[in-house]
C-alpha cells in the first residue's frame, strides 16, 4: 500500500499573524487544489485567488516575501504593446492581519502610446478544516451571497475597492471580477480585495513585543537571520487571556503547545524573558487534574497541545501525550524565577508542587519516566521526536514500549533539583522525598544509561539500552545529572562526522541502518533540536562545538531565505552547497525561529574560522 504523505510546503509563500496563516505559490497566486489558502482559526475561508490579464501572460519579475505580515510581487508582459518592452507592469500587496486579508492591486502603463488592459481577479471562497486539508479532503462547498458574504455557522465578508469592476460574476464559492480601462502612458488602475474572518478564535492574537535588535557586524546574513526570526516569532503570537505565548508553527500548529511553547519561550530568554511567565499560566490553567487514560491525563501534567473541539483531529481537542513536558514547565519556571516578580512566580507555586508530584508519580512502577501509548490512538512515541519509528536499537530495531528517554530523565532531574530549590528560595516547604528522589535518578542514570562510550538514547521495555548515538543527548548537557568528564564526551559526540552534519546536527548517527538525511526523525536536521545542544555546549564551557553547530545553522539559514524550516535534510556540508529541504517542513516554526536567535545570542563576540565577529542586543525601546 502505497501511504499518501503530508502536503508539501517548503516551496509555498508562508504568512503568519496567529491566528490568521496565507499559503500560496511563489508567484503570487493561490491556487486551487492544493494546501494554499487563508486560514483564520484553523479553517481555510479561502482556497484561490487568481490574478490575471486577458490575452497576455503575467511574468513575475520581483518578490518580497520576507516580512510575515506584508508581501509583494511585481509582473511585467511583454505581450500588449508592440516591441520586446514591458510597457505594462502589475504591482501586487498583500497584507495579512489576525482575522483579515487584503490585496492591493495596481496596474501601470508605460511607453508611447495608450493601452487597453483588462485585469481579471477570479476567487473561491471555503469553509474547511485545517485538518481536512492536510488530509487532501475537502469540507462542504461553501457558497457566496450576493453581498459577498459566506460561511457556515459564522459568516466572513469580501468587499472591493477602487472602481467597481466591468463585469462581476458569482458561482456557488466562486466570484470573477474584471476591469478593462484605456490607460495613458503613466497612469495606472488600482483596485483592491479585502476580506474580514467570522467570530472569536480559540485563541486571540498576541501582544506586539517591540522586538527590534540592534545588530553590528561586517557579516550581514547575522542581522537579516535575527530580524527575520524575530519577525517570525512575532506572526506566532497568541494570545490566553491575558497571556501570549508563542504558537508551535505554520501552517498545521498554530495553537498552544507544552513541549514546543516551553522550548521556545525558553529559548529565547536570554533576549526576551518576557513571555516565560505567560506562556507557564497558560500552560498551568489547563494542568492535569484527574486521571483519564482517553486523553493522557494526570493529575499534574502539562499537556501536549490545545484544539478546537469541532475540528476534526487525529487526537482529542485537549491532549495529554507528552512525556517531557511537565518537566520542561519545571526548568522554565525556575529559569525566569530569579528576574520575575515573586509575586507572579509564588502564585505558580501550586502548580509547580502538582508538576513535581506528577513527575515523582509517572516513575513510581520502575524508577523512570517511561511512556506507553495505552489508548492505541495517541502517539505512539511521546518525547519530542514523536513519530513511529524515531526510538530505534544499533541494529535497526524499534525499541519496544514502555520507553525511558535519556533526555527525559535529565529534565526530570534538572526539574527536581531547580523546583526544590526555588520553593526554599520562596521560603516554601520542600516537597517530601523529592531530593532522595533526584539522588537516586541521576546515580541509575549513570549506571544504566551510560554505555561506556557515550549516552544510550532511551532504554526500551525491557529496560535494555537503546545502544545509539543520537541528537537526544544534547539536551543531557547542562542538566547536571552527569559529570564533567562525560559531558566532554558527549560535546566530541555532537560535532563528529556523524552527527555533526555541517548544516546543524543530525537527529540520528549515519550509522543506524535507519539513517537516511531526509527521514523525519533518522537523520534530518532540526534547528531547534540543534540550539538545545548549543546550549547544553556553552552551560558545559564546550564553547568551541557551541559554535561549530551555529556556524552550521547559520550557513542553513542563508539557504533557506533566512528562514529556518522545522527540519531539513542531514546532507553533509562537505558533499553539497546547502541541505535539501523537507518537502512537508512547516515554516516558520517557534522553537526553529527562538533557536536561531538563542545560538547567535550566545555565540556573539569576537571572530574566528567559523563565526564572524559581530554582537546582537536589544533596542532601548526594549529594554
Request: proline fraction near 7%; aromatic fraction near 6%.
Amino acid at each position: 500500500m502505497i501511504r499518501t504523505p503530508p502536503p508539501a510546503l517548503h516551496d509555498l509563500a508562508t504568512m503568519v499573524d496567529a491566528p490568521a496563516l496565507l499559503l500560496g505559490d511563489l508567484d503570487g497566486q493561490l491556487r486551487p487544489g492544493g494546501v494554499s489558502g487563508w486560514y483564520v482559526d484553523d479553517v481555510r475561508l479561502l482556497q484561490r485567488c487568481e490574478v490575471s490579464l486577458v490575452g497576455a501572460r503575467l511574468e513575475l519579475v520581483r518578490r518580497d516575501t520576507g516580512p510575515a505580515g506584508r508581501h509583494s510581487w511585481s509582473y511585467v508582459t511583454r505581450e500588449l504593446a508592440e516591441g520586446a518592452d514591458a510597457a505594462v507592469r502589475l504591482e501586487r500587496v498583500r497584507h495579512l492581519g489576525p482575522d483579515s486579508w487584503e490585496e492591493d492591486l495596481e496596474l501601470r502603463v508605460s511607453g508611447p502610446t495608450a493601452l487597453e488592459v483588462t485585469l481579471v481577479v477570479e476567487l473561491t471562497v471555503d469553509d474547511t478544516g485545517i485538518f481536512v486539508v492536510r488530509s487532501g479532503g475537502t469540507g462542504d462547498p461553501a457558497a457566496l451571497s450576493g453581498d459577498l458574504t459566506w460561511g457556515a455557522s459564522t459568516t466572513a465578508s469580501l468587499s472591493l475597492t477602487g472602481p467597481g469592476p466591468d463585469e462581476r460574476t458569482v458561482d456557488g464559492g466562486s466570484l470573477r471580477c474584471s476591469w478593462t480601462a484605456t490607460l495613458e502612458p503613466g497612469s495606472s488602475l488600482r483596485v483592491g480585495l479585502a476580506a474580514q474572518a467570522p467570530g472569536e478564535p480559540l485563541f486571540g492574537p498576541g501582544s506586539d513585543r517591540g522586538w527590534d535588535p540592534v545588530v553590528e557586524s561586517d557579516d550581514p546574513r547575522i542581522g537579516r537571520v535575527v530580524r527575520r526570526s524575530l519577525g517570525d516569532l512575532q506572526g506566532l503570537l497568541m494570545r490566553d487571556g491575558d497571556d501570549d505565548f508563542l504558537a508551535a508553527g505554520s501552517p498545521w500548529y498554530l495553537t498552544l503547545f507544552g513541549r514546543d511553547s516551553l522550548w521556545a519561550a525558553r529559548l529565547l530568554l536570554p533576549y526576551d524573558d518576557s513571555l516565560a511567565l505567560p506562556t507557564l499560566r497558560a500552560l498551568a490553567r489547563r494542568q492535569g487534574t484527574t486521571t483519564d487514560p482517553s486523553i493522557e491525563e494526570e493529575p499534574g501534567k502539562i499537556p501536549h497541545e490545545i484544539r478546537r473541539e469541532e475540528l476534526a483531529h487525529l487526537l482529542p481537542p485537549v491532549y495529554y501525550g507528552s512525556v517531557d513536558a511537565t518537566a520542561l514547565w519545571v526548568c522554565l519556571l525556575a529559569d525566569v524565577a530569579p528576574t520575575a516578580p515573586e509575586a507572579e512566580v509564588r502564585a505558580l507555586v501550586p502548580a509547580l508542587r502538582a508538576a513535581l508530584g506528577q513527575v515523582v508519580a509517572t516513575s513510581e512502577a520502575t524508577g523512570w519516566l517511561r511512556y506507553v501509548d495505552s489508548t492505541g490512538t495517541g502517539l505512539a512515541n511521546q518525547g519530542w521526536k514523536d513519530s513511529p519509528d524515531s526510538v530505534s536499537h544499533a541494529d535497526g530495531r524499534l525499541a519496544d514500549p514502555p520507553i525511558a528517554l535519556c533526555e527525559v530523565q535529565a529534565y526530570a532531574y534538572e526539574a527536581a533539583v531547580r523546583g526544590q530549590s526555588l520553593l526554599a528560595s520562596l521560603g516554601e516547604a520542600p516537597v517530601p522525598g523529592l531530593d532522595e528522589w533526584a539522588v537516586s535518578l541521576r546515580e541509575r542514570f549513570n549506571r544504566d544509561f551510560w554505555t561506556g562510550d557515550g549516552l544510550a538514547l532511551a532504554l526500551d521495555g525491557e529496560g535494555l539500552p537503546v545502544d545509539i548515538a543520537s541528537s537526544d543527548v544534547g539536551h543531557v548537557l547542562g542538566t547536571g545529572i552527569l559529570d564533567p568528564d562525560r559531558e566532554a564526551v558527549l560535546a566530541d559526540l555532537l560535532v563528529s562526522d556523524e552527527l555533526s552534519s555541517g548544516f546543524g546536527l543530525r537527529t540520528l548517527t549515519t550509522a543506524s541502518p535507519r539513517y537516511a538525511p531526509l527521514s523525519y526523525h533518522n537523520g534530518s536536521v532540526w534547528p531547534h533540536d540543534t540550539a538545545i545542544a548549543v546550549r547544553g555546549l556553552l552551560a558545559t564551557g564546550h564553547t568551541r562545538a557551541a559554535r561549530v553547530l551555529t556556524a552550521g545553522l547559520l550557513r542553513t539559514a542563508e539557504a533557506f531565505e533566512d528562514r529556518v524550516p522545522e527540519l531539513y535534510a542531514g546532507d553533509s556540508a562537505a558533499e553539497v552547497p546547502s541541505p535539501a529541504a523537507y518537502p512537508a517542513s512547516c515554516r516558520p516554526q517557534a522553537w526553529s525561529a527562538a533557536g536561531l536567535v538563542f545560538a547567535l545570542w550566545g555565540c556573539q563576540g569576537e571572530g574566528d574560522d567559523l563565526l564572524p565577529a559581530y554582537s546582537v542586543r536589544r533596542s532601548s525601546r526594549q529594554s
